[in-house]
């Protein structure tokens, strides 16, 4: 009896959670300028839906709904690093609908396509190349597979309840509370040298700092400390007559943040040294090898299978080579139509080159989320090099607006296909290690991309109409700001901050030199990202991180069987730990719920006239703060007795 994989409520399960997902992390990317995988919380959801609710659900049904899901939230990084530069360059005056969605679907469909060739050398535990295996774990996916193993879910219980807790919680600080505090701190007696210190009420940034864990955390909080107590010192004399906060925030938009844009620029060339030691590893032959095979159909046949002793053969096939192949030419068409609006009689070149492009930056997406995982994967460097070599191709034949405009979009596109590639090789991987499907699970994220991409420009509008994107907003877009900036540079003369260029790169270059012979590795790009953000930004982020770090090494609570630290509390104890149980997934539940709390409290603003609160108690803010971070402390496990 065969185990049931691909079902209609598998589906709308995985497309229900691909849209939610998706819409979270848009919010969450354009606020911190950093996203996180849904994987894990998508199988958990869909196990307790299908086993608890539905009293039904096979482990390859879960597979599939985390599948979709993550699909469809994979494409928020590649969407949001790009698109809203349109309307921060002043571009476009609303997010266009059709101009995103087609941006979004075409880069989403071309991370699954082009990622077909390599998922037998990079991620089939069956098939994989004897080399690469001990590098390529995929820490992600690998998770994501014992989880579903398991098959604990009871575990929804955190992810809910840390839903349920960051929407209220964003309500709070939104609407009664001050969601922030700061200090401008004087360093020196005349005033005119000052540094900043703040802190944002934010638990999905907390969240993600508990997930990411303390390195990278510690890295991007370096990285504001860096820009706003040495930068802003040295280089930004205020006036102690006037209000401080405001001159600290103009030095900041105009100069401090373009030293992160400088870092950034090595940490993209650390980027590039990576990805040639993976085309390296991964030879040119072998690649024309296996691009050869995905035009004619040898990578999925049925006699390859049964030479190669796999043992069950639809384990290892892949989608039929004719759907690829039709597939292809759909999604080149729907790009090239694109292209043809915004670059005339170069659009046939600018398809030429997302095609050409995106085939390498997919395989190298797919071998550095095997190396390091999709949260440390560095998606904004690869962009920001797709960016610019875009830009030099296009500077000759196109200005103004029409050169900004098809730079960003033609980026956009191959920045959506290697986060999508990205997030699916983890997907992939998962499904190899239980005995899933590879083609129902690449149809699957190929319908989780087509039900998803529609939805990214309508939430971009939605948040950009009650909170702001960019300077001038709530929602700053680190990623998408600095890619306006540049490309309005390229195509305008317009001025660039060179200064503050040169001093970021300098110490990018004192990094890479460091991580090149230094004994303890900095990863850059975490330590540009946190230059480029508010330091009230990166101070939450720094918080998960330690949360993380004292959870680990005092997560053994005393009314825990030390044989078996998953027993239930003694009775008469109140067992906190089944709604609060496992701190990671309710991080990820307060990512979701913030996020989708901030959503929902636009669509109040927008349309039942609304708004939020401009005065309350900052301190009654960080205590709720406190509060809803207690879940993520060994608190819950180790002092939860009492009935």
């Given at each position: 009896?065969?185990?049931?994989?691909?079902?209609?409520?598998?589906?709308?399960?995985?497309?229900?959670?691909?849209?939610?997902?998706?819409?979270?992390n848009?919010?969450?990317?354009?606020y911190?300028?950093?996203?996180?995988?849904?994987?894990?919380?998508?199988?958990?959801?869909?196990?307790?839906?299908?086993?608890?609710?539905?009293?039904?659900?096979?482990?390859?049904?879960?597979?599939?709904?985390?599948?979709?899901?993550?699909?469809?939230?994979?494409l928020?990084?590649?969407?949001?690093?790009?698109?809203?530069?349109?309307?921060?360059?002043?571009?476009?005056?609303?997010?266009?609908f059709?101009?995103?969605?087609?941006?979004?679907?075409?880069?989403g469909?071309?991370?699954?396509?082009?990622?077909?060739?390599?998922?037998?050398?990079?991620?089939?535990?069956?098939?994989?190349?004897?080399?690469?295996?001990?590098?390529?774990?995929?820490?992600?996916?690998?998770?994501?597979?014992v989880?579903?193993?398991?098959?604990?879910?009871?575990?929804?219980?955190?992810?809910?309840?840390?839903?349920s807790?960051?929407?209220?919680?964003?309500?709070?600080?939104?609407?009664?509370?001050?969601?922030?505090?700061?200090?401008?701190?004087?360093?020196?007696?005349?005033?005119?040298?000052?540094?900043?210190?703040?802190?944002?009420?934010?638990?999905?940034?907390a969240?993600?700092?508990?997930?990411?864990?303390?390195?990278?955390?510690?890295?991007?909080?370096?990285?504001?400390?860096?820009?706003?107590?040495?930068?802003?010192?040295l280089?930004?004399?205020?006036?102690?007559?006037?209000?401080?906060?405001?001159?600290?925030?103009?030095?900041?938009?105009?100069?401090?943040?373009f030293?992160?844009?400088?870092a950034?620029l090595?940490?993209?060339?650390e980027?590039?040294?990576?990805?040639?030691?993976?085309?390296?590893?991964f030879?040119?032959k072998?690649?024309?090898?296996?691009?050869?095979?995905?035009?004619a159909?040898?990578f999925?046949?049925?006699?390859?299978?049964?030479?190669?002793k796999?043992?069950?053969?639809?384990?290892?096939?892949?989608?039929?080579?004719?759907?690829?192949?039709l597939?292809?030419?759909?999604?080149?068409?729907?790009?090239?139509?694109?292209?043809?609006?915004?670059?005339?009689?170069?659009?046939?070149?600018?398809?030429?080159?997302?095609?050409?492009?995106?085939?390498?930056?997919?395989?190298?997406?797919?071998?550095?989320?095997?190396?390091?995982?999709?949260?440390?994967?560095?998606?904004?460097?690869?962009?920001?090099?797709?960016?610019?070599?875009?830009?030099?191709i296009?500077?000759?034949?196109?200005?103004?607006?029409?050169?900004?405009?098809?730079?960003?979009?033609?980026?956009g596109?191959?920045?959506?296909?290697?986060?999508?590639?990205?997030?699916?090789a983890?997907?992939?991987?998962?499904?190899?290690?239980?005995?899933?499907?590879?083609?129902?699970?690449?149809?699957?994220?190929?319908?989780?991309v087509?039900?998803?991409?529609?939805?990214?420009?309508?939430?971009?509008?939605?948040?950009?109409?009650?909170?702001?994107?960019?300077?001038?907003?709530?929602?700053?877009?680190?990623?998408?700001t600095?890619?306006?900036?540049l490309?309005?540079?390229?195509?305008?003369?317009?001025?660039?901050?060179?200064?503050?260029?040169?001093?970021?790169?300098?110490?990018?270059?004192?990094?890479?030199?460091?991580?090149?012979?230094?004994?303890?590795?900095?990863?850059?790009?975490?330590?540009?990202?946190g230059?480029?953000l508010?330091?009230?930004?990166?101070?939450?982020?720094?918080?998960?991180?330690?949360l993380?770090?004292?959870?680990?090494?005092?997560?053994?609570?005393?009314?825990?069987?030390?044989?078996?630290p998953?027993?239930?509390?003694?009775?008469?104890?109140?067992n906190?730990?089944?709604?609060?149980?496992?701190?990671?997934?309710?991080?990820?539940?307060?990512?979701?719920?913030?996020?989708?709390?901030?959503?929902?409290?636009?669509?109040?603003?927008?349309?039942?006239?609304?708004?939020?609160?401009?005065?309350?108690?900052?301190?009654?803010g960080?205590?709720?703060?406190?509060?809803?971070?207690?879940?993520?402390?060994?608190?819950?496990?180790?002092?939860?007795?009492?009935?």
């Amino acid at each position: 009896m065969k185990t049931r994989e691909f079902t209609v409520r598998a589906v709308l399960l995985g497309l229900l959670l691909s849209v939610v997902l998706g819409a979270a992390n848009t919010y969450l990317g354009l606020y911190a300028g950093l996203t996180v995988s849904a994987s894990i919380p998508a199988a958990v959801i869909s196990m307790f839906l299908l086993r608890k609710v539905l009293r039904s659900g096979s482990i390859l049904e879960n597979n599939i709904v985390q599948s979709m899901a993550s699909a469809g939230e994979s494409l928020a990084a590649g969407v949001i690093f790009t698109v809203p530069a349109l309307i921060i360059s002043r571009n476009w005056h609303d997010f266009q609908f059709w101009p995103t969605t087609l941006v979004a679907f075409s880069g989403g469909m071309l991370g699954i396509l082009f990622l077909i060739p390599f998922r037998k050398p990079f991620i089939s535990t069956e098939q994989q190349n004897a080399e690469l295996k001990q590098d390529l774990i995929y820490p992600e996916g690998e998770a994501c597979a014992v989880v579903l193993r398991t098959g604990d879910s009871g575990q929804a219980g955190s992810i809910f309840s840390g839903m349920s807790l960051g929407i209220i919680f964003k309500f709070l600080t939104s609407l009664l509370v001050k969601a922030s505090m700061y200090s401008v701190i004087p360093l020196s007696s005349s005033g005119r040298r000052v540094g900043y210190l703040g802190l944002d009420f934010s638990a999905a940034l907390a969240g993600v700092g508990f997930i990411v864990g303390l390195r990278i955390a510690a890295m991007v909080f370096l990285g504001g400390i860096i820009t706003w107590m040495i930068i802003l010192p040295l280089f930004g004399p205020i006036n102690p007559v006037t209000s401080m906060e405001p001159q600290v925030f103009s030095f900041w938009s105009s100069q401090g943040r373009f030293a992160g844009v400088g870092a950034m620029l090595i940490g993209t060339v650390e980027s590039l040294l990576l990805a040639s030691s993976v085309l390296q590893t991964f030879s040119l032959k072998s690649l024309k090898a296996k691009i050869k095979d995905l035009f004619a159909g040898k990578f999925q046949t049925r006699s390859e299978n049964k030479e190669t002793k796999v043992g069950d053969p639809e384990t290892e096939r892949d989608l039929p080579v004719w759907l690829v192949a039709l597939l292809l030419v759909f999604t080149a068409l729907t790009a090239g139509f694109l292209i043809v609006q915004m670059s005339g009689w170069l659009a046939i070149p600018l398809l030429f080159w997302v095609l050409l492009l995106s085939l390498p930056v997919v395989a190298v997406a797919a071998y550095l989320v095997g190396l390091v995982g999709s949260s440390n994967s560095p998606v904004s460097g690869i962009t920001l090099t797709v960016l610019l070599l875009t830009g030099i191709i296009l500077v000759p034949f196109m200005d103004g607006e029409h050169g900004v405009l098809a730079m960003l979009l033609v980026a956009g596109m191959i920045c959506c296909a290697a986060a999508t590639a990205g997030d699916i090789a983890q997907d992939l991987r998962t499904g190899s290690l239980i005995g899933a499907h590879p083609y129902k699970q690449q149809f699957a994220e190929i319908l989780g991309v087509a039900v998803s991409a529609p939805i990214f420009a309508l939430v971009l509008q939605l948040l950009h109409e009650t909170y702001g994107i960019g300077d001038h907003g709530l929602l700053k877009a680190p990623q998408a700001t600095l890619f306006a900036s540049l490309a309005s540079s390229m195509f305008s003369n317009a001025p660039l901050p060179v200064f503050m260029i040169a001093t970021g790169a300098l110490l990018g270059a004192i990094l890479f030199l460091w991580n090149r012979y230094g004994t303890y590795r900095i990863p850059i790009m975490p330590v540009a990202v946190g230059m480029y953000l508010p330091l009230s930004v990166s101070t939450p982020l720094l918080l998960g991180g330690l949360l993380f770090h004292v959870h680990r090494k005092w997560s053994t609570g005393s009314n825990q069987d030390p044989e078996n630290p998953e027993a239930e509390p003694p009775t008469g104890r109140i067992n906190l730990r089944k709604w609060f149980g496992d701190p990671l997934l309710y991080s990820s539940g307060l990512i979701a719920g913030e996020a989708l709390g901030g959503i929902l409290l636009a669509l109040w603003i927008l349309y039942a006239g609304g708004s939020t609160a401009t005065t309350g108690s900052s301190i009654a803010g960080f205590l709720i703060f406190l509060i809803v971070l207690l879940p993520m402390t060994p608190l819950i496990s180790r002092f939860s007795r009492r009935s």
